[in-house]
């Protein structure tokens, strides 16, 4: 059936303004966009009258992970639509860490109202098995699987710098080289933060052109100049930043992302909140729905969206405020998904993940012992490495401390540093690994996740042993979650039972309990950050700069190097 959007303002991409037009189109695509309409347009035609709003195409975010949500594929697409988001780009290599291509088949099954097109997760694990144990692998034999699928349209962030520009033929070499010769045209898609200079050009030579990681303005202007396109998330939302952008004129080489969005913020918008957060921050309005319609899709060779013209798919979004990106109606290939009067339209598709998927942590419940830290008994003292956490993004520095050692156990809980512990998950090898942290918690208590990017093997850190036990066994018992004990009571606790990285119930409960995780971590243990629920997760991610713990032991992720925790002993 024909239909009409009447006496809207709308948005004409290749101008970057707003026209007072009239919309037709039927179940799939937009028809026409006229000044005026005739008798034979109205035939038959349903007429929704939109005098006073505004109509933008439909927001496509090209660079985010449904799991960092900690939600499915279903949930996450009920939740976007009424932001206004229509389409978007996953790359699942947080469920191909723990389960490999069989983990992206489970994403990929889900039947959804949002367009989800995939990238390949280059990097799983982030580094190689021989620094770090995964429950899945992505080698050349997935990869050539994953490209005959549909849904493929580019190869996910490529994060092993050191492997990238080795002189070997390493992997991801060889995942590049195959990606090109069956599929020629395929987008590689980088992940390359602090990196500038000849390694950015060693970088760019690879063929991956691609970057969404944290900028600066002098980044901003090489990487751009030497032909790398940009996607700017959140946290890369600067006053500096968008300025660069908007002096220079940057439009056509950049986005606007997501990457990772919390569960309870995901209630409250996806992108539409970035295209907002850029506004604020002196990008224009209208510029930045171009970056976040227009921009993304061209990067992804989109071309049947972004643009609200004649044979373009009808994603349509109709605002209440423009200024606000308040939204009242949305339509997905020409049907009515949301409206605000009625709520979600459309029933998504029910999907149950594969039973394993509900016990996935192969591993036994801890004690007190497990978490003592043994160390050569004639040493009376130790000089460590420790980790320190920085409160205003997930990068990390290297630093040391002096502690004491009695009867080859070194002494830390009084020290004003925390134990950090990554204890293998998978069943492969049982690993467990030590590091000091200085800079999070400064209370007494604990941490424990079973979500811990990329390897998601189960992470505890505290400053008490006998909350360390209580909160990583409950992680275990529970099959999975995010968690926080004080006292050896257990505070808070975000169930995630599938893979033990997302939770597949509603997003209100997965919202709330992850809010009071975060509201203890601050709360009751001191820990200071813009995102805690992030910082933490991320401290078992070694390709973000620049020392984080594995399960093989402290890691300095862009020399590919594991260093001890003791790095000297004294006997007297």
Same mark, same amino acid.
């Given at each position: 059936m024909k239909s009409i959007i009447r006496g809207a303002e709308v948005f004409n991409t290749y101008t970057k303004t707003f026209e007072r037009k009239e919309i037709i189109f039927d179940e799939r695509m937009i028809l026409e966009v006229k000044d005026t309409l005739s008798e034979d347009d109205l035939f038959e035609a349903k007429i929704i009258e939109a005098k006073g709003q505004w109509v933008i195409p439909g927001l496509i975010d090209i660079h985010m992970h449904i799991e960092s949500s900690m939600t499915t594929p279903k949930e996450f697409s009920k939740r976007v639509i009424p932001h206004g988001v229509t389409t978007v780009v996953a790359d699942p290599h947080e469920i191909a860490n723990v389960f490999g291509i069989k983990g992206i088949k489970s994403f990929m099954d889900h039947k959804t109202g949002l367009d989800i097109f995939y990238g390949i997760p280059s990097s799983v694990p982030s580094t190689s098995s021989e620094y770090e144990t995964t429950g899945g692998i992505i080698g050349l034999e997935e990869v050539e699987l994953l490209l005959k699928e549909e849904k493929v349209i580019c190869l996910g962030e490529v994060m092993n710098f050191k492997d990238l520009v080795a002189k070997e033929d390493t992997l991801i070499k060889k995942i590049i080289a195959l990606c090109k010769e069956k599929r020629p045209l395929l987008l590689l898609e980088g992940h390359c933060p602090k990196i500038s200079g000849s390694d950015l050009s060693m970088y760019l030579q690879s063929g991956v052109n691609g970057d @969404?990681?944290?900028q600066t303005p002098q980044s901003i202007v090489e990487k751009i100049k030497n032909g790398m396109f940009l996607e700017i998330q959140g946290k890369c939302i600067t006053a500096e930043n968008i300025k660069t952008l908007v002096d220079n004129h940057f439009y056509e080489y950049?986005?606007?992302?997501?990457?990772?969005?919390?569960?309870?913020?995901?209630?409250?918008?996806?992108?539409?909140?970035?295209?907002?957060?850029? @506004?604020?921050?002196?990008?224009?309005?209208?510029?930045?729905?171009?970056?976040?319609? !227009?921009?993304?899709?061209?990067?992804?060779?989109?071309?049947?969206?972004?643009?609200?013209?004649?044979?373009?798919?009808?994603?349509?979004?109709?605002?209440?405020?423009?200024?606000?990106?308040?939204?009242?109606?949305?339509?997905?290939?020409?049907?009515? !998904?949301?409206?605000?009067?009625?709520?979600?339209?459309?029933?998504?598709?029910? !999907?149950?993940?594969?039973?394993?998927? !509900? @016990?996935?942590?192969?591993?036994?419940?801890?004690?007190?012992?497990?978490?003592?830290? *043994?160390?050569?008994?004639?040493?009376?003292?130790? *000089?460590?490495?420790?980790?320190?956490?920085?409160?205003?993004?997930?990068?990390?520095?290297?630093?040391?401390?002096?502690?004491?050692?009695?009867?080859?156990?070194?002494?830390?809980?009084e020290s004003g540093l925390s134990l950090l512990c990554c204890l293998e998950r998978y069943g492969k090898n049982h690993n467990i690994a030590f590091a000091f942290t200085k800079g999070a918690i400064k209370e007494k208590g604990a941490i424990a996740s079973s979500w811990a990017h990329d390897h998601h093997n189960l992470m505890v850190m505290g400053t008490s042993v006998k909350d360390m036990v209580k909160i990583a066994n409950t992680v275990i018992i529970e099959q999975g979650g995010y968690g926080v004990s004080t006292n050896e009571e257990v505070k808070a606790f975000a169930k995630l039972n599938v893979g033990g990285i997302v939770y597949d119930g509603p997003l209100e409960i997965l919202a709330e309990n992850i809010d009071k995780v975060k509201e203890v971590m601050i709360n009751d243990l001191g820990y200071d950050h813009y995102n805690p629920i992030m910082s933490f997760a991320t401290l078992s991610l070694p390709v973000s700069p620049s020392v984080k713990l594995v399960d093989k032991g402290i890691m300095i992720g862009k020399e590919l190097k594991i260093i001890p925790l003791v790095k000297e002993g004294f006997k007297c």
């Amino acid at each position: 059936m024909k239909s009409i959007i009447r006496g809207a303002e709308v948005f004409n991409t290749y101008t970057k303004t707003f026209e007072r037009k009239e919309i037709i189109f039927d179940e799939r695509m937009i028809l026409e966009v006229k000044d005026t309409l005739s008798e034979d347009d109205l035939f038959e035609a349903k007429i929704i009258e939109a005098k006073g709003q505004w109509v933008i195409p439909g927001l496509i975010d090209i660079h985010m992970h449904i799991e960092s949500s900690m939600t499915t594929p279903k949930e996450f697409s009920k939740r976007v639509i009424p932001h206004g988001v229509t389409t978007v780009v996953a790359d699942p290599h947080e469920i191909a860490n723990v389960f490999g291509i069989k983990g992206i088949k489970s994403f990929m099954d889900h039947k959804t109202g949002l367009d989800i097109f995939y990238g390949i997760p280059s990097s799983v694990p982030s580094t190689s098995s021989e620094y770090e144990t995964t429950g899945g692998i992505i080698g050349l034999e997935e990869v050539e699987l994953l490209l005959k699928e549909e849904k493929v349209i580019c190869l996910g962030e490529v994060m092993n710098f050191k492997d990238l520009v080795a002189k070997e033929d390493t992997l991801i070499k060889k995942i590049i080289a195959l990606c090109k010769e069956k599929r020629p045209l395929l987008l590689l898609e980088g992940h390359c933060p602090k990196i500038s200079g000849s390694d950015l050009s060693m970088y760019l030579q690879s063929g991956v052109n691609g970057d @969404h990681t944290m900028q600066t303005p002098q980044s901003i202007v090489e990487k751009i100049k030497n032909g790398m396109f940009l996607e700017i998330q959140g946290k890369c939302i600067t006053a500096e930043n968008i300025k660069t952008l908007v002096d220079n004129h940057f439009y056509e080489y950049f986005a606007l992302v997501t990457d990772d969005t919390m569960p309870n913020d995901l209630l409250k918008g996806q992108l539409d909140k970035i295209v907002l957060k850029a @506004h604020s921050y002196g990008l224009g309005l209208n510029e930045a729905i171009y970056t976040a319609t !227009y921009t993304p899709a061209r990067r992804m060779r989109l071309d049947d969206r972004g643009v609200i013209a004649p044979g373009k798919i009808a994603d349509l979004v109709i605002l209440d405020s423009l200024k606000e990106l308040k939204t009242s109606k949305v339509f997905k290939n020409g049907e009515l !998904y949301y409206d605000k009067e009625k709520g979600y339209q459309k029933k998504e598709a029910e !999907y149950e993940f594969p039973s394993e998927f !509900y @016990h996935s942590l192969k591993l036994a419940e801890v004690n007190e012992d497990t978490f003592k830290v *043994k160390t050569d008994p004639e040493y009376q003292k130790v *000089k460590v490495n420790v980790i320190k956490i920085a409160m205003d993004s997930t990068f990390t520095k290297l630093d040391e401390a002096l502690l004491d050692v009695v009867d080859g156990e070194i002494k830390w809980e009084e020290s004003g540093l925390s134990l950090l512990c990554c204890l293998e998950r998978y069943g492969k090898n049982h690993n467990i690994a030590f590091a000091f942290t200085k800079g999070a918690i400064k209370e007494k208590g604990a941490i424990a996740s079973s979500w811990a990017h990329d390897h998601h093997n189960l992470m505890v850190m505290g400053t008490s042993v006998k909350d360390m036990v209580k909160i990583a066994n409950t992680v275990i018992i529970e099959q999975g979650g995010y968690g926080v004990s004080t006292n050896e009571e257990v505070k808070a606790f975000a169930k995630l039972n599938v893979g033990g990285i997302v939770y597949d119930g509603p997003l209100e409960i997965l919202a709330e309990n992850i809010d009071k995780v975060k509201e203890v971590m601050i709360n009751d243990l001191g820990y200071d950050h813009y995102n805690p629920i992030m910082s933490f997760a991320t401290l078992s991610l070694p390709v973000s700069p620049s020392v984080k713990l594995v399960d093989k032991g402290i890691m300095i992720g862009k020399e590919l190097k594991i260093i001890p925790l003791v790095k000297e002993g004294f006997k007297c």
